[in-house]
Structure formats: C-alpha cells, structure tokens
C-alpha cells in the first residue's frame, strides 16, 4: 500500500522559513515525479513544485518566483520543499504527491497518490 506521509507544516510569520518533507512508501520506482501542491480556502489546488527522482529535474509554479527549493534525497522516498520568504498568501494545506510516471505535470488528477496535508500558516 503506497503511502505519503508529509511533515513539517506550521505558522511562521511573512518573511520566514520553513522546511516541508514527505516519506514516501510502500512503492520503489527507479525514476518518477513527486510533487508539491497546495490548497487555500476556496480556492482550487494548485502546483508548487515538482522533481524527477532519478534526474532531478525541477518544476515551479508561477508564484514561487525562486522562492522555494524541491528536493530529493536519492537514496530513499523523501522529497522535501524549502520555502523561504513567505507571504501571508502562501497560506494553505500543502500536499505531497506522487505519479507512476516519471513525466512531471502540473495537473493534479495526473498524481495517483496523495499525502494528507500539512496546514502552512503565514501571518503578516
């Protein structure tokens, strides 16, 4: 049973840090797409980041403006999500995802696994 397990979350005030991970398990593929997403009240959800596991090649959304960084420890299932300079918008539940392929989209119906959130909070 595949499982994603993310940690992390918290309330920072606008300008600070804070560090997302997600485990990954029960499934090994040598090379797929993880991804970060998230999810404000009323709003649809949308993609953060997103990382090859073999090649680790990235992909941003238009509003990270090179303020977050998405990882991967190539060893084992964890990605993780740097995210510096937050803003009170960036307030949301972040989500960990993962596809069977290795082709990463920003769509999220193309993840076929799921985390169940961790609530990031940014107060001006």
């Known amino acids: 049973r595949v499982q994603l397990v993310e940690s992390g979350g918290g309330s920072v005030q606008a300008g600070g840090s804070l560090r997302l991970s997600c485990a990954a398990s029960g499934y090994h593929f040598p090379d797929n797409c993880m991804g970060w997403f998230r999810q404000a009240p009323g709003k649809e959800r949308e993609v953060v980041a997103a990382i090859r596991t073999y090649t680790a090649q990235t992909e941003y959304g238009d509003f990270v403006n090179g303020r977050f960084i998405i990882s991967r420890d190539k060893d084992s299932n964890y990605i993780h999500l740097q995210m510096n300079n937050l803003r009170p918008e960036d307030t949301a539940v972040y989500y960990c995802?993962?596809?069977?392929?290795?082709?990463?989209?920003?769509?999220?119906?193309?993840?076929?696994?799921w985390g169940q959130g961790t609530q990031v909070t940014v107060s001006s």
């Open positions: 995802a993962a596809r069977f392929v290795a082709s990463c989209v920003s769509t999220p119906s193309a993840f076929d696994w």
